[in-house]
């Protein structure tokens, strides 16, 4: 199975702050990699997702990017955040060519001021 | 890619008690899965039932599968406090490499 690393656990930003927060993945190569965001006591909302390294897909238009410049790192950034960019951000792995068990991380909550 | 819509919203029930969830999806699917997430973490990854399954066990959850009404419920019996959660469906067809979740079903089992 895979393990999904996430760091920070929690962050307090300003509005208009930068933002980097960083996934990483063991026990597997090549994984497909997401973004989730989560607002509270709702679903996921996927933000983006990646089947490479370079290769990243945008399902919701906003002040958010992400990148992946090794196979098992993805990096969610913003240059400047916004009140409603605060949720509960959760990064997923699924074996390369499958779509059936995602592993997620513990999450990241993000607040911003 | 295609999202599954949980029902209900909430469910709370006394410890011991079984605890039913509905999900339901809208196009063909090759499998559905099961996710629970406790308060504050991330999901976990509980049970896959594939399309020509009818029915799944794994300890005490009971997954059942209907394609004919595109439908899937989890059973969760002999219910306890630590069962507390949110749990989600996700439907998975092939070709896709998205998993769309719906808003989950939040479950309290009081002690």
Known sequence: ?????????????????PLSLECTVEGTSNPNLYWYRQAAGRGLQL?????????????????????RPQDRQFILSSKKLLLSDSGFYLCASTPAGRTDTQYFGPGTRLTVL | SQQGEEDPQALSIQEGENATMNCSYKTS????QWYRQNSGRGL???ILIRSNEREKHSGRLR???DT?????SLLITASRAAD?????CAPSNTGGFKTIFGAGTRLFVKA
């Open chain 2, 44 to 46: 976990v990854h509980l």
């Open chain 1, 1 to 17: 199975s895979q393990t999904i690393h996430q760091w920070p656990a929690t962050l307090v930003q300003p509005v208009g702050s």
């Open chain 2, 63 to 65: 997954v059942t599968l």
């Open chain 2, 84 to 88: 507390t959660a949110s749990y989600f």
């Open chain 2, 68 to 72: 004919s009404k595109k439908s899937s």
């Open chain 2, 29 to 32: 699917i090759n499998n559905l």
């Open chain 1, 47 to 67: 933000l983006f997702y990646s089947v490479g390294i370079g290769q990243i897909s945008s399902e919701v238009p906003q002040n958010l990017s992400a990148s």
